[in-house]
T-cell receptor, first 114, second 115 residues
Framework: AQSVTQPDIHITVSEGASLELRCNYSYGATPYLFWYVQSPGQGLQLLLKYFSGDTLVQGIKGFEAEFKRSQSSFNLRKPSVHWSDAAEYFCAVGRRGSQGNLIFGKGTKLSVKP | GAGVSQTPSNKVTEKGKYVELRCDPISGHTALYWYRQSLGQGPEFLIYFQGTGAADDSGLPNDRFFAVRPEGSVSTLKIQRTERGDSAVYLC?????????????FGPGTRLTVL
């Protein structure tokens, strides 16, 4: 069965520091890969997605992610974190073909200290 | 344009009662999904629709849960004989088509509390 692992439940970084959130997946083939962000009281917002091609994907708000097939990973990065980035981040996989539902990880909560 | 809307935003009910949660997808989106997010967890798939028909309901936890989308737009998630374990945020999402990889746009969710 497909699964997504986000090994870090909670991460705290200083404002201006770099950030990397880890995501590993289990899937028989290369899935579609997504990162969503959820701020308190708000819906999930898509940050970026990987379908195929270039393994380094650029997203909104200065985020990027790199797909590494050999490690079954899709880690999210940002070179300089802003206080407004404090939120919960979810990695998700989608199966190729017509089965459109997403499988989410448990999320990583990001806190930003001044 | 308008995003996905869900009503009510909060619902408090008593154990054993029946509840209905409504989702209004983005206009023109044929695919609609329901997820459930328990405290400290990521969203878990419940059911999705392509048009009016349920394409996959394998995520519904038991037969107390049912969802409809009679006209291919608005959907209602129905929970009978609610239990305390049903307390969670219920998320709805829509996408242009059901094809895997299409971006899903999420609503703000309905927080259900069963006392």
């Amino acid at each position: 069965a497909q699964s997504v692992t986000q090994p870090d439940i909670h991460i705290t970084v200083s404002e201006g520091a770099s950030l990397e959130l880890r995501c590993n997946y289990s899937y028989g083939a290369t899935p579609y890969l997504f990162w969503y962000v959820q701020s308190p009281g708000q819906g999930l917002q898509l940050l970026l997605k990987y379908f195929s091609g270039d393994t380094l994907v650029q997203g909104i708000k200065g985020f990027e992610a790199e797909f590494k097939r050999s490690q079954s990973s899709f880690n999210l990065r940002k070179p300089s974190v802003h206080w407004s980035d404090a939120a919960e981040y979810f990695c998700a996989v989608g199966r190729r073909g017509s089965q459109g539902n997403l499988i989410f990880g448990k999320g990583t909560k990001l806190s930003v200290k001044p | 344009g308008a995003g996905v809307s869900q009503t009510p935003s909060n619902k408090v009910t008593e154990k054993g009662k029946y509840v209905e949660l409504r989702c209004d997808p983005i206009s023109g989106h044929t695919a609609l999904y329901w997820y459930r997010q328990s405290l400290g967890q990521g969203p878990e798939f419940l059911i999705y629709f392509q048009g009016t028909g349920a394409a996959d309901d394998s995520g519904l936890p038991n037969d107390r849960f049912f969802a409809v989308r009679p006209e291919g737009s608005v959907s209602t998630l129905k929970i009978q004989r609610t239990e305390r374990g049903d307390s969670a945020v219920y998320l709805c999402a829509s996408s242009l088509t059901l094809a895997g990889g299409r971006e899903q746009f999420f609503g703000p969710g309905t927080r259900l509390t069963v006392l």
